[in-house]
């Protein structure tokens, strides 16, 4: 049955590149939210089945990749206070910061707990309680549920060991941000399934309607993704910006109201510095009042603004879909998994990393 399913998906997929192929009139330039997205796409080849005057360009949907510098150098600080355990997903430990990453601080005597769900933090808390425990939280809406539940778990349960170093982000304004930009080239989006899973696409609606875009949320396995890509070049190609879900298996309008009220309770929005894009009005979240208290800001002081050096990465123009990883002078060479130079080429979800590992 296996081989059989794989048959059937091979299939639908030159089926859907075939439909493209005849369906496009013109030039178009789509770009993927996503960075799951953008890896699926990579290791299929799926940008290669569509015909030359269709450009996918990678985004900004990467958490890792935006987490901001000052971010990563308050956690390192952090790291190396006594008496305290950063708790972090593996995946930020060789993200770079202003002077090095959580991995070199962790060699250095840095006290970082690798964890696998955001709500381990808190069993390493009881289980030390006579050490501060902080969590690093970086994520999308996709995590925040997650992150929002661990604030919220503390507080009932009155944990005061305990705190959250919140580095969260909102994927709308980011697509906002892209289209005012000047050097913009999307033409319509491939809009992330599991952030529609939680958040649905009402949010979208007043995008699409405002910069004249089709908005397609889609799925991440290959036929998912060429679907959207046909059913977003096929509202272009008709003159239509509409948002449609091809990920109907999973996404509903409204998405996930529990997890939506849950978020709501706990977060609010605010701006936010995104790392290679710059500041973005509303596009991050902060703790609501009632649970300032953990705030890691309070127990270890603000996080200092680091003006970002212009430096060999060029992770700004990968993430903003102006430029593709090949095109960076330093790709798999001075910059590899081993030795990156920016977030891009460290993260499980980030286009540099997808290019080194399937395109080389």
Not at 101 to 113: D, I, K, P, T, Y
Not at 140 to 168: C, D, G, K
Not at 188 to 194: D, I, R, S, V, W
Not at 208 to 236: K, N, R, S
Request: glycine letters at 8%; proline letters at 6%; hydrophobic letters at 40%.
């Amino acid at each position: 049955m296996r081989y059989l399913s794989e048959y059937r998906n091979a299939t639908a997929v030159q089926q859907l590149a075939r439909a493209i192929e005849q369906l496009v009139t013109r030039p178009w330039v789509l770009m993927e939210v996503c960075g799951g997205q953008t890896h699926a796409i990579v290791k299929y080849g799926l940008d290669t089945l569509l015909p030359n005057t269709v450009e996918l360009i990678h985004g900004p949907g990467c958490p890792v990749c935006v987490t901001p510098v000052e971010i990563i150098d308050k956690a390192i600080a952090i790291a190396k206070t006594p008496a305290t355990i950063l708790c972090t997903f593996g995946d930020m430990l060789r993200v770079p910061g202003s002077f090095g990453s959580l991995m070199q601080a962790r060699s250095e005597g840095g006290n970082v707990h690798i964890v696998y769900s955001p709500l381990d933090a808190l069993e390493v808390a009881l289980k030390h309680p006579e050490q501060e425990v902080v969590s690093l939280a970086v994520g999308f809406e996709t995590t925040a549920p997650a992150h929002a539940m661990l604030v919220y778990q503390a507080r009932q349960q009155e944990i005061e060991n305990f705190s959250i170093l919140l580095s969260h982000f909102l994927v709308p304004p980011a697509m906002q941000a892209i289209l005012r930009d000047s050097d913009n080239r999307v033409q319509g989006f491939l809009a992330a399934g599991h952030v529609c899973t939680v958040m649905g696409y009402e949010q979208y609606l007043p995008i699409a309607e405002e910069f004249h875009v089709p908005i397609v949320v889609t799925g991440f396995e290959p036929v998912d993704i060429l679907q959207g890509v046909y059913m977003c070049l096929l509202q272009l190609e008709q003159g239509r910006s509409e948002v449609e879900n091809q990920y109907l298996r999973v996404v509903k309008k409204v998405g996930n109201s529990t997890a939506r009220d849950l978020i709501a309770q706990v977060f609010a929005p605010t701006d936010s510095a995104w790392r290679g894009v710059g500041e973005i009005a509303a596009s991050g979240l902060m703790l609501r009042p009632a649970y300032q208290r953990y705030a890691a800001q309070q127990r270890f002081g603000e996080v200092e603004k680091t003006s970002e050096k212009k430096g060999e990465c060029i992770d700004g123009d990968i993430l903003r879909g102006l430029k593709k990883p090949a095109e960076c002078a330093n790709f798999g060479t001075a910059c590899t998994p081993d030795h990156p130079l920016g977030a891009p080429m460290v993260s499980s979800e980030g286009a540099c990393a997808a290019y080194y590992r399937y395109r080389q």
